[in-house]
């Protein structure tokens, strides 16, 4: 006897069960693939302004494994590894004042890998200019290094945010913080975008953050809110509008940007209005990825309060069987495997959001796939900075909702 829904020949065991496949236009990042090519469009954060020292430092982005250095003057080359004269790694080089030169013959590289000395030629080499070590070009911004992989006719402009514009540094202090999200390392076993597209996943937050671990964030997170998600041409908004007790509305927003940026409201609501954070998933390759946050506060001040864990402790506090009862956005994205298995999915209603982001990163694959441009990328050179709506915003009777970024629920 079988149950209804159901054959003879399965009645729903895992036996026999379809293993899955992923969604390639979603999950690959190495050179040629579709999606790869998509983000190599893109400034990526690589690492710290830190990490880029006098001693070259292996680093593995989109699938591809580069040597990062900073010269003795300050600035800072992303090379490939073997050297275009014989081909061993340049990890091994020595940096000097304008570059890096080859542990075996000396050819001297500098940042743009311009060879500038062959000290094993004649005039230090006469026809030097001729020779070109593999690189890519690098931006530092607040703390951070970021890299354009894609091709050099396509480069866009470094995008700017405007809640880092006009930095006092009298006053003011930008803290790398390195977390994945709110809790867990920087690095996780896993593709970049399970990560990225949990910023659309509004719902998660009463199961995962509150039912199940225990309130993770304030308590004001654990009202019911009225969830609407909004497409734009740089990506996708969430709003999350919360009914407090004292008779005003918690207007939450938060962002996900083309191809890997997330702005997301702080949780704890230390900050209100604007948000001060923004945050990139780096894909170090199919099944790494790193996480990079940036926030903006008062020099001196704490940093934005972070989710607990068992009541009072930090993830970094837990023991592996308290990360098992205290479970976050790290363990329930890791837990999804090193790439999700798209096809054995099921996905409801409360997954709009999800469903949004994958469809316009898909349109955006096959735009650049067609020769087109994707969004979010600009080649003018005096454009202004990128606009940030995500924030925490409380609405009384007397508030002004056109100074409220995306309002309209709560016009109804």
Known sequence: MTTSGTSAQSDGRAYGRDAGTWDPELVEVGAGTPSGELLRRYWHPIATSAEATERPREVRILGEDLILFRDRSGTPGLLEPRCCHRGTTLYFGRVEDDGIRCPYHGWLFAPDGTCIDQPCEPDGGR????????????????????????PADRQPVFPRYDIFDGFDAETEEIEIVDHFAFGGPSVAPCNWFQTHEN???????????????????????????????QRHDWGITSTQDRDLPDGTILHRVTEVRVPTVR?????????????????????????????????????????????????DKSWFDLTDEEHQYYPGDYEAQVGQGPITRHSTERLATSDRGVSLVRRQFKEQVRIVADGGD???????????PETVVAGNYIVGPDTDLDTIPLSDSLRR
């Not at 953050?209 to 969830?227: C, D, T």
């Not at 996480?291 to 940093?303: C, H, I, Q, S, T």
């Not at 994707?374 to 202004?384: I, L, R, T």
């Open 199 to 229: 910023v659309m996943d509004p719902y998660h937050v009463f199961i995962l953050h509150v039912a199940i671990s225990g309130p993770q964030f304030s308590p004001q997170l654990e009202i019911w809110p009225r969830i609407e998600w």
């Open 374 to 384: 994707p969004v979010g990328v600009s080649f003018d050179e005096a454009a202004g």
């Open 127 to 150: 026809n030097r200019a001729r020779y070109r070590q593999p690189w890519y070009p690098v931006v530092e911004y607040h703390g951070l290094l970021f890299a354009y992989l894609g």
């Open 263 to 311: 702005v997301i409201a702080t949780p704890t609501l230390t900050v209100l209005g604007k948000t001060n954070n923004l945050s990139w998933a780096l894909p170090i390759d199919d099944t790494t990825t790193r996480v990079f946050a940036m926030l903006r506060k008062p020099k001196g001040a704490e940093a934005q309060g972070m989710a607990v864990y068992a009541g």
